[in-house]
Protein backbone atom coordinates (compact mmCIF):
# COMPACT_ATOMS: atom_id res chain seq x y z
CA UNK A 1 0.00 0.00 0.00
CA UNK A 2 2.67 2.27 0.79
CA UNK A 3 4.90 2.02 -2.59
CA UNK A 4 5.74 5.42 -4.04
CA UNK A 5 4.12 6.12 -7.32
CA UNK A 6 5.57 6.45 -10.58
CA UNK A 7 5.30 10.46 -10.55
CA UNK A 8 6.86 10.41 -6.83
CA UNK A 9 10.41 8.70 -8.31
CA UNK A 10 13.19 10.64 -9.15
CA UNK A 11 14.47 10.54 -12.18
CA UNK A 12 17.99 11.61 -13.37
CA UNK A 13 18.80 15.14 -14.07
CA UNK A 14 20.57 16.03 -17.58
CA UNK A 15 23.45 17.14 -16.58
CA UNK A 16 24.01 20.89 -17.35
CA UNK A 17 27.56 20.67 -18.96
CA UNK A 18 26.61 18.09 -21.10
CA UNK A 19 23.79 20.22 -22.36
CA UNK A 20 26.05 23.33 -22.91
CA UNK A 21 28.81 21.23 -24.77
CA UNK A 22 26.01 20.35 -27.56
CA UNK A 23 24.70 23.74 -27.56
CA UNK A 24 28.85 25.16 -28.02
CA UNK A 25 29.09 22.20 -30.17
CA UNK A 26 26.58 23.25 -32.96
CA UNK A 27 27.65 26.80 -32.05
CA UNK A 28 30.87 25.50 -33.08
CA UNK A 29 29.60 24.90 -36.66
CA UNK A 30 27.28 28.45 -36.81
CA UNK A 31 28.36 31.76 -34.98
CA UNK A 32 31.45 30.47 -32.76
CA UNK A 33 33.63 28.56 -34.95
CA UNK A 34 37.33 27.87 -32.79
CA UNK A 35 36.38 29.31 -29.19
CA UNK A 36 32.60 27.27 -29.53
CA UNK A 37 34.60 23.82 -30.23
CA UNK A 38 37.41 24.42 -27.55
CA UNK A 39 34.55 25.23 -25.02
CA UNK A 40 32.23 22.04 -26.04
CA UNK A 41 35.50 19.66 -25.80
CA UNK A 42 35.90 20.90 -22.58
CA UNK A 43 32.41 20.79 -21.03
CA UNK A 44 32.06 17.67 -22.70
CA UNK A 45 34.50 15.86 -21.34
CA UNK A 46 33.80 17.62 -18.07
CA UNK A 47 30.26 16.43 -17.95
CA UNK A 48 30.85 12.86 -18.99
CA UNK A 49 33.61 13.08 -15.92
CA UNK A 50 31.09 13.70 -13.23
CA UNK A 51 28.24 11.74 -14.82
CA UNK A 52 30.62 8.58 -14.71
CA UNK A 53 31.65 9.68 -10.86
CA UNK A 54 27.68 10.37 -10.23
CA UNK A 55 25.83 7.48 -7.98
CA UNK A 56 23.79 5.82 -11.40
CA UNK A 57 20.54 7.10 -11.88
CA UNK A 58 22.01 10.57 -11.07
CA UNK A 59 22.76 12.48 -13.74
CA UNK A 60 21.83 11.60 -17.53
CA UNK A 61 22.93 13.16 -20.67
CA UNK A 62 26.24 11.55 -21.93
CA UNK A 63 24.97 11.27 -25.27
CA UNK A 64 24.27 14.82 -25.35
CA UNK A 65 28.54 15.29 -23.74
CA UNK A 66 29.08 12.84 -26.77
CA UNK A 67 27.64 14.47 -29.09
CA UNK A 68 29.35 17.73 -27.94
CA UNK A 69 32.62 15.94 -28.14
CA UNK A 70 32.18 15.22 -31.65
CA UNK A 71 31.05 18.49 -32.94
CA UNK A 72 34.03 20.18 -31.25
CA UNK A 73 36.78 17.40 -32.21
CA UNK A 74 35.70 17.56 -35.99
CA UNK A 75 35.28 21.26 -35.76
CA UNK A 76 38.94 21.95 -34.35
CA UNK A 77 39.92 19.37 -36.91
CA UNK A 78 38.48 21.31 -39.61
CA UNK A 79 39.91 24.84 -38.19
CA UNK A 80 43.69 23.39 -37.86
CA UNK A 81 43.50 22.30 -41.77
CA UNK A 82 42.35 25.64 -42.59
CA UNK A 83 45.41 27.75 -40.35
CA UNK A 84 47.26 24.72 -42.29
CA UNK A 85 46.44 25.69 -45.87
CA UNK A 86 46.33 29.42 -44.65
CA UNK A 87 49.98 28.94 -43.19
CA UNK A 88 51.33 26.73 -46.05
CA UNK A 89 49.54 29.45 -48.89
CA UNK A 90 51.58 32.61 -46.97
CA UNK A 91 54.55 31.29 -46.66
CA UNK A 92 54.08 30.24 -50.86
CA UNK A 93 53.13 33.96 -51.61
CA UNK A 94 56.25 35.04 -49.34
CA UNK A 95 58.24 32.73 -50.90
CA UNK A 96 56.79 34.02 -54.02
CA UNK A 97 57.06 37.20 -53.49
CA UNK A 98 60.60 37.02 -52.16
CA UNK A 99 61.72 35.63 -55.72
CA UNK A 100 60.60 38.35 -57.71
CA UNK A 101 62.51 40.82 -55.52
CA UNK A 102 65.34 38.66 -55.66
CA UNK A 103 65.35 39.34 -59.44
CA UNK A 104 64.86 42.96 -59.15
CA UNK A 105 68.18 43.60 -57.85
Request: proline share 6%; hydrophobic share 60%.
Amino acid sequence: MNSPSPALTSLPITHGSAIASLILGILAWTFLPFIGAILAVILGHLARSEIRRAPPGTFSGDSLAVAGLVLGYIQLGFSALFLGFFLLGGLAILAGLMGIFAHAF
